[in-house]
């Protein structure tokens, strides 16, 4: 480690992303997970980016939804959690599930 490194705590959704986002600008990331050391009411496994929810990301009407719109700018900002829902989604409408 040096003061270069960035530290994430916890590997859910958000941090491995956040983590995949930093490594990929070229920093050196630390990501910091405590399970299955120490283990939350919600999740069950001990992997990172455990879905922890019902399966839905809402609208991915990015022409009309808020939370749509949030889904393309992190395809295009190169997200790996779109990229592995895009191969994993299953049917709903409109939604992201
Ligand atoms: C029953 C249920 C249903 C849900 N349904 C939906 C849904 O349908 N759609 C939706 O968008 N959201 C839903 N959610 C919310 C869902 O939890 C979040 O969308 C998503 O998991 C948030 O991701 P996150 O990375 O912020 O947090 P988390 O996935 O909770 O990740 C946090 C991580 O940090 C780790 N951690 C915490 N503290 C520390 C520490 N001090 N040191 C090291 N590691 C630590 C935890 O172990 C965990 O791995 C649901 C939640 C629940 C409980």
């Known amino acids: ?11 859910g959704l958000a941090g491995t992303e956040a983590a995949w986002t ?14 299955p050391v120490r283990k ?15 399966n839905s990301f809402r609208s991915d009407d990015h ?5 749509g719109l949030l889904h393309e700018e992190m395809r295009r900002c ?6 592995a829902a895009k191969h994993h989604k299953v049917p709903a409408g409109g939604a992201v599930a």
Request: charged share 15%; proline share 0%.
């Open 63 to 67: 022409e009309n939804n808020a939370v």
């Open 22 to 35: 930093a490594a990929n600008a070229g920093c050196q990331v630390v990501l910091h997970e405590m399970r």
């Open 1 to 11: 480690m040096n003061e270069t490194d960035i530290h994430i705590i916890g590997g």
């Open 78 to 83: 190169g997200s790996i959690i779109m990229e």
């Open 40 to 54: 939350t009411a919600a999740h069950h496994t001990d992997s990172l980016a455990e879905l922890v929810c019902s």
